[in-house]
């Protein structure tokens, strides 16, 4: 059983939803972002989604944007992320960890040696924005082969025939982006969510999270009610761009312990 299943069977058993925080790797800087992780376990994470920087990092907004910016600064690449994610698993072993990001990268790096590497670093899942379903079965092959989830993504728009797809190759849990547009807007439509899941559930056995527009504890509990994860990246991010080297990792602790709370009342 993987850690992701695992986790979420626990979450099931107790009757509570996950909380799921995004972090940039490398932002806003290679020293922060393994005690950066540890920091959203201790707040409260049951799984942390890893992003690994990119220079067109299209699906995302301004916030997200920066962060890859900052982190590309300082030469962060695939290679670093990995290591990264190896230094975390060396004091953790049960938060499941989903690096989330592009497919050059990984294109650039080789699938296989890509996915043997993400075993031997602890990684669960894999989420690549620009691979879809229908073009990456190779790819994903290659993944499950060494144990990683891969995870991918359903929007408003998702048709039937991508919703069948999506169920019959993800693994771990479904990313449902809540909204049209990029990540950090701020237009969440909780009724559309509200009609939406269940559709989603009549196809999809495994955990849906719920991501984009989540921006306080508020619309985090709204949002909570209605799947079984919460996706909070760019108010996150957000907060480690207005924090000072003395006070990010502990800003960042506060306001996912805040998100953690709120999670819980639903």
Not at 203 to 209: D, E, H, V
Request: proline share 6%; with cysteine; aromatic share 6%.
């Amino acid at each position: 059983m993987s850690r992701i299943q695992t986790v979420f069977e626990k979450l099931k058993l107790h009757k509570r939803k996950a909380l799921i925080p995004f972090v940039t790797a490398g932002d806003p800087h290679p020293k922060f972002t393994v005690p950066l992780l540890h920091a959203l376990v201790e707040a409260g994470a049951d799984v942390i989604e890893l992003g690994v920087p990119f220079s067109d990092p299209m699906a995302d907004g301004p916030t997200i944007q920066r962060a890859s910016e900052r982190a590309l600064k300082h030469h962060v690449g695939l290679h670093h992320v990995l290591d990264m994610v190896s230094e975390f698993r060396s004091k953790d072993a049960n938060t499941p960890i989903v690096l989330m990001g592009y497919g050059n990268p990984i294109e650039a790096m080789g699938w296989e040696t890509f996915a043997r590497r993400c075993e031997a670093a602890g990684v669960d899942g894999v989420l690549t924005v620009d691979f879809p379903p229908e073009e990456g079965h190779e790819a994903f092959a290659h993944l499950e082969k060494h144990g990683i989830d891969p995870i991918f993504l359903l929007a408003p728009t998702s048709t039937d025939a991508r919703m069948e797809r999506v169920a019959k190759q993800a693994r771990g849990y479904v990313y449902y982006v809540s909204l049209k547009g990029v990540t950090g807007a701020v237009h969440l439509d909780l009724s559309a969510i509200k009609v939406k899941i269940p559709q989603l559930r009549k196809r999809i056995n495994l955990p849906i999270g719920v991501g984009f527009g989540i921006r306080d504890a508020a619309t985090a509990l709204a949002v909570a009610k209605l799947c079984d994860g919460v996706v909070v990246g760019s108010r996150i991010v957000q907060e480690i761009e207005n924090s000072n080297e003395q006070n990010v990792v502990a800003n960042v602790r506060s306001l996912v312990k805040e998100l953690r709370q709120a999670v819980d009342k639903a």
